[in-house]
């Protein structure tokens, strides 16, 4: 990303670079592009209502990925953003084909399984080769360089350390297992990509491209800019509205950064801290449902659950982390003494809410049929695009209906928002549709050959058969992967590897571990690298609106976040926080069927409360601020708060009682000590900040 060029232009034109392609051809190649694209979208929305044969819908869907990849990506940075080389075309030719072959010789390949033709690995061969160039163009070498390495593990395991090595695959089965079956390439991750994942993003899109994304930022300054540090509160909330329907950390930094970094540091926040704040904020919108970095939908697929149940247990732990974000705003705003805006100067908040009303109704129809129909998530996800195309193609005739304004136009405006919103929807695709593929490599070489055995084994003698090395061993690599690959991809390598694990090591430990535990452990270190020096993307992104130094905003965005990487570990040893009590007697944690689920709304909420309570103690801890200054005794005794209130249950383990959530009773009223050290405390006395 450039840094230099500090331009609004600058700005949206980066977004482009990593969110569409940073191709932006003129012309009739650029009409080409478009048309592409919109095909793309066209054919997405089609087999919701004509369904065929999964397997045939994720040959085309890659087929169109590979193909926009070759021609909205170029081979060299340097390369003309304007013109399509010929090469280009060619490669982008092949790739659809080399993608469409199982659409085309379906039935040949289905009647000959495991006795591949010389054609068959021949064009096999060729489409590996150019789905790993396409990557690189889409995302660089470090998914390419970790691919390569897996699939020479499946060549090369004779070779391989003793504790790791396997007998080895040739050239032809490794081919036959990755392309021609649907274990590799077109294995589960590229399944939801084509079922799911692109709808919710097309959703995204054309929701942005109706004016959502203001709407949600207007709102929520008017709503909380009265508050002190209210600008930096505003970014909080529009980030994670913003961040429900676009699953995109760095299209949620440039969406909402440009309005509210500026307003930050005219407060008084610094350059650093205004773009940390932004950058965690639009790094936890992957967190919030309904679309969670389209990861809650691979999740799912994974562990054979429906989508319904992944959203109900990451719902606490996503909300609590907002909520924890808002108050790191709030001690800072208190460190630097800031007030509000005053209210003269802000929106009035219920002009603002009507204005913009309508973008409601198909996030509504969305949540509705998820949570209330439970129907299909890609059902869901078509039925609310359907009512945001009335929308998209109305909202500017009635607007000048309303003012008596011509309607021609406002009729040929609104065509225009929703070729553009369908066409931005495919192009947000590609990168999440290469991964997945690619993704499927990995996936592909641990069922060829039996890598995670092997794996369960080499971390079980490092970490000595205990729980914590092997989490924070998958948090660092989660982290260092995700540095180079987008959150989807990390969460499918490390879910592969390592969520079998925390869960059968779990259980070794004498800790009872849900799979799904395991694999939101995961992703929530996946997200949280997109801030990570030296290479988050989203912290680079909020330097340049901020004029910050990039690698100083990551590190302070990663000290903010710091609110998000405990929750894992508490959810881990707490599963109460995802909504699972346990598993039946006798049950297996990795079986779904024997979580037994926390219901009621009233434990619900008492637990929402408790964790509330704690995530803000731990903020409290580590930002040195409670009721005003905290020294370093009160700090300690803030964290002890946060972990009796995290996990009622350890008092009870210490003292060889029945756990029951009396046990929160100490904690609660150790808290309440300390934050009515002051009472009525709105801030204490101002200590600047270096």
């Known amino acids: ?210 004016g959502a994304g203001n709407y949600f930022i207007q709102l929520a300054y008017a709503t909380l800019g009265t508050f002190r540090g209210g600008p930096g509160k505003a970014a909080v909330a529009s980030s994670a509205m913003t961040g429900m329907i676009s699953g995109s950390s760095i299209a949620n930094v440039v969406t909402t950064g440009t309005f509210t970094i500026p307003l930050m540091k005219q407060m008084g926040f610094s350059a650093e801290k205004a773009a940390a704040v932004e950058t965690a904020a639009s790094v936890n919108g992957q967190l919030m449902p309904p679309i969670m970095g389209a990861a809650a939908f691979i999740i799912a697929e994974f562990l054979g659950i429906s989508y319904t149940e992944v959203v109900k247990a990451a719902f606490i732990p996503a909300t609590v982390s907002y909520l924890g974000l808002f108050y790191v705003v709030h001690l800072e705003s208190c460190k630097l003494g800031l007030t509000g805006t005053p209210r003269s100067e802000l929106p009035p908040i219920w002009a603002t809410f009507l204005s913009g009303i309508h973008h409601m109704i198909p996030v509504g129809v969305l949540v509705y049929g998820l949570m209330v129909e439970q129907i299909s998530a890609g059902l869901a996800a078509f039925n609310a695009i359907v009512v945001l195309i009335f929308i998209l193609l109305l909202q500017k005739p009635l607007l000048a209906l309303l003012h008596r304004a011509p309607l021609l136009p406002a009729f040929q405006a609104g065509g225009r928002d929703l070729w553009q919103g369908l066409a931005d929807g495919a192009y947000y695709m590609i990168p999440i549709a290469v991964a997945t593929a690619t993704a499927g490599l990995v996936v592909g070489t641990i069922t060829l050959t039996g890598l995670g055995q092997r794996v369960v084994e080499v971390i079980e003698v490092i970490s000595m058969g ?168 009160e700090r300690l005794l803030l964290l002890v708060v946060c972990v009796g209130l995290f996990r009622p249950g350890i008092l009870s383990g210490l003292f060889s009682m029945e756990k029951t959530y009396w046990m929160v009773l100490p904690p609660l009223l150790l808290y309440a000590v300390l934050a009515g050290r002051k009472m009525l405390f709105l801030g204490g006395k101002p200590r600047l900040q270096s």
Request: proline share 7%.
């Open 1 to 210: 990303m450039n840094t230099e060029n500090f331009s609004p232009a600058a700005i949206e034109a980066d977004l482009a670079d990593l969110e569409r392609g940073t191709r932006r051809p003129v012309g009739k190649s650029g009409h080409f592009l478009t048309l592409l694209a919109l095909a793309w979208s066209l054919f997405q929305l089609w087999v919701v209502r004509e369904p065929m044969d999964d397997t045939l819908v994720r040959s085309v869907h890659l087929a169109f990925a590979l193909t926009l990849t070759f021609l909205a990506y170029p081979a060299r940075k340097r390369s003309s953003h304007q013109i399509i080389p010929w090469s280009d075309y060619l490669l982008a030719l092949l790739a659809g084909l080399g993608a469409l072959y199982l659409f085309l010789d379906y039935d040949g390949i289905a009647e000959r399984p495991g006795m591949p033709l010389p054609r068959d690995i021949m064009i096999g061969s060729c489409t590996i080769i150019l789905l790993l160039e396409g990557t690189r163009r889409a995302m660089g070498w470090p998914m390419v360089i970790l691919s390569g390495l897996f699939l020479g593990y499946c060549h090369f395991g004779p070779y391989m350390p003793e504790l790791i090595a396997h007998h080895g695959a040739s050239v032809r089965k490794i081919v036959n297992h990755m392309v021609l079956t649907t274990e590799g390439v077109f294995g589960v991750p590229l399944r939801v990509s084509a079922s799911f994942v692109f709808l919710f993003v097309l959703f995204g899109a054309l929701l942005e491209r109706a």
């Open 466 to 633: 205990h729980i914590f090395p092997i989490l924070l061993f998958t948090a660092v690599t989660s982290i260092i992967l995700g540095m180079g690959l987008p959150t989807t991809a990390t969460y499918i390598v490390m879910a592969s590897l390592t969520a079998p694990i925390i869960v059968e090591l779990g259980s070794s430990s004498g800790y009872i571990i849900p799979a799904l535990a395991a694999h939101l452990f995961v992703f929530y270190f996946g997200i949280i690298a997109d801030n990570t020096p030296p290479v988050g993307l989203a912290s680079y992104a909020a330097a340049a609106i901020a004029h910050s130094d990039p690698v100083k905003t990551g590190v302070q965005a990663f000290a903010y976040d710091m609110r998000t990487a405990v929750l894992p570990f508490l959810f881990i040893f707490n599963t109460d926080l995802i909504l699972i009590q346990g598993v039946v007697p006798g049950g297996s944690p990795a079986d779904p069927a024997a979580w037994i689920w926390i219901e009621g709304w009233l434990p619900i909420l008492a637990l929402f409360g408790l964790a509330t309570l704690a995530m803000f103690a731990f903020v409290s801890a580590v930002m040195g601020w409670n009721a005003g200054f905290a020294p370093w005794w």
